[in-house]
């Protein structure tokens, strides 16, 4: 099952300066427990905003970029080369977890979006559709209120009813 995973500001902002608007401790740790193990996607720029540029561990990393070469991750040069090594493993969860072209792109495919909503704004520069406003996305759950860091942030999970077939 494809899901996307992501923290937004009350604008559905989800970055500024090709990094995270807030330093969260307890969605991190959500983020780490719900995609160890699994597949994640990303473009390349995320990967760059990772801590020495390195991919996430225990983690199949897929990473589209045209002009990445490395031997840690498996890189991608297209959307088509990219839909395909999903489909290779669409009977395991894929999380597509950035940036915003890729969230855009890979959206319709997705079976459901784990967003954790930060009641603030961060002044992003990059934004994720709007699912509140999208026909095809429910909310189907909405966690409590919690403090992360001086933020209160909420779990919520969309579930998209008319998924694309990769």
């Not at 967003?115 to 509140?132: I, M, Q």
């Not at 909405?142 to 579930?159: H, L, M």
Request: charged share 25%; aromatic share 10%; hydrophobic share 40%.
């Amino acid at each position: 099952m494809i899901k996307a995973i992501v923290h937004a500001d009350k604008e559905w902002g989800i970055g500024k300066g090709n990094d995270m608007m807030f330093s969260l401790p307890a969605d991190m740790k959500f983020f780490r427990a719900t995609t160890m193990g699994h597949t994640v996607v990303m473009g390349g720029n995320t990967l760059r905003s990772f801590p020495n540029q390195k991919p996430l561990k225990n983690r199949v990393n897929i990473v589209l970029s045209r002009g990445q070469v490395r031997d840690d991750c498996i890189i991608v040069r297209s959307y088509d080369e990219l839909k395909n090594e999903m489909k290779a493993r669409q009977d395991e969860d894929i999380y597509v977890i950035g940036g915003g072209e890729i969230y855009k792109a890979l959206l319709p495919y997705c079976h459901e979006v784990l967003v954790t909503k930060v009641d603030a704004v961060g002044g992003a520069e990059v934004f994720f559709p709007n699912l509140d406003e999208m026909e095809n996305f429910v909310c189907v759950d909405e966690g409590e209120p919690i403090d992360d860091n001086g933020y209160t942030i909420r779990f919520t999970t969309y579930k998209n009813m008319s998924v694309l077939p990769l």
